[in-house]
């Protein structure tokens, strides 16, 4: 009986030994077909969370920034990246004022670009046309969502006034960091009452104006009265009392930054633009350019330099780009070739 019993059990861990010598033949079949990609992802794995000298357990310490084993000691890896934000937050409500999911905002907006729209397109989600019963529908949408977006004066005179600056800034090709730096200005200008007594047009302009002096960009005060809705007197009243109540730092227009302008609009060489700005150079070391406009300077350098360099230009083409009268730049021409020394002054 119990050899019976002996036999039967010989049999059967035969039979499974050949079972178990059949597995990995045919695991390895498959998976040479299914690829090793499977193999590799488990082999980075474990590198990730086995130290590579006593195979101990991997733990990430967060306060240095490095990667450790926790029965060894080895650090793994140093300067780990924190993908974490950079602020702490004790509750719900702190950690949602705080964070900054979304597009980034903007200055040039008077919602700072934290609202939505409603698209113009009269169309479904799959761009099948509305009928003319939802088309009026979305339109009296649209009008109500406008409305929404300026709840009271303060936003319409700011959506208003952005809205300038960003008109003004275009005709004059000026770059968003300009604008930006405006509408800057422009919010604590509304911000400390400034604005009582004087229009909406005039402060954008004028602080337009005062972000480009700021940010280097050469225009013209002149250049700024043709795109703007307010006289040239109004503007540079309103630039002064902006720039004295704000206490904006300034500094006085170089007149060598229009000199690369206005070359390029007359189509003048290198050597032209080269020579007027050493007339420039000449007159600030005599102290000729104190007190004069920098435009007429520039212009009138623009004139010497073509003169010195036989290209023809002439004084009324000259005054059209520059936007200056031909006496402006007869009387500064002769300055700086005086001061340059040069023999044309005679």
Known sequence: MSDTTHDGDDERRATSTERVRERPVATETEAEH??????????????????????????????????VCAECGL????????????????????????????????????????????????????????????????????????????RNSKERNLKQALGEIDRMASALGLPDNVRETASVIYRRALSEGLLPGRSIEGVACAALYA???????????????????????????????????????????????????????????????????????????????SGKSPVGLAAASIYAGALLTNEGVTQSEVSEVANISEVTIRNRYHELIEAEGDPLAA
Request: a negative charge.
């Open 211 to 289: 972000a480009a002096r700021q940010a280097g960009v050469p225009r013209s005060l002149d250049e700024f009265e043709r795109v703007a809705r307010v006289e040239k007197t109004e503007l540079t009243r309103t630039y002064r009392y902006v720039v004295r109540e704000l206490g904006l730092e300034i500094r006085p227009a170089d007149p060598e930054s229009y000199v690369p302008r206005f070359a390029s609009e007359l189509g003048l060489s290198e050597e032209t633009e080269a020579r007027a700005r050493k007339l420039l150079r000449s007159a600030k070391e005599q102290g000729i350019h």
């Open 75 to 150: 650090v793994v890896a140093d300067d780990g990246i924190d993908r974490g934000p950079e602020w702490r937050a004790f509750d719900s409500a702190e950690r949602d004022r705080k964070s900054r999911v979304g597009a980034p905002t903007t200055e040039m907006m008077h919602d700072k670009g934290l609202s939505t729209t409603i698209g113009w397109q009269d169309c479904d989600a799959y761009g099948k046309s509305l009928n003319s019963r939802q088309r009026r529908r979305m339109q009296r949408l649209r009008t109500w969502d406008e409305r929404f977006r300026t």
């Open 34 to 67: 299914e690829g090793e990609g499977e193999g590799e992802g488990e082999q980075s794995e474990n590198e990730r969370t086995i130290c590579p000298e006593c195979s101990g357990r991997l733990v990430h310490d967060t306060e240095h920034g490095e990667t």
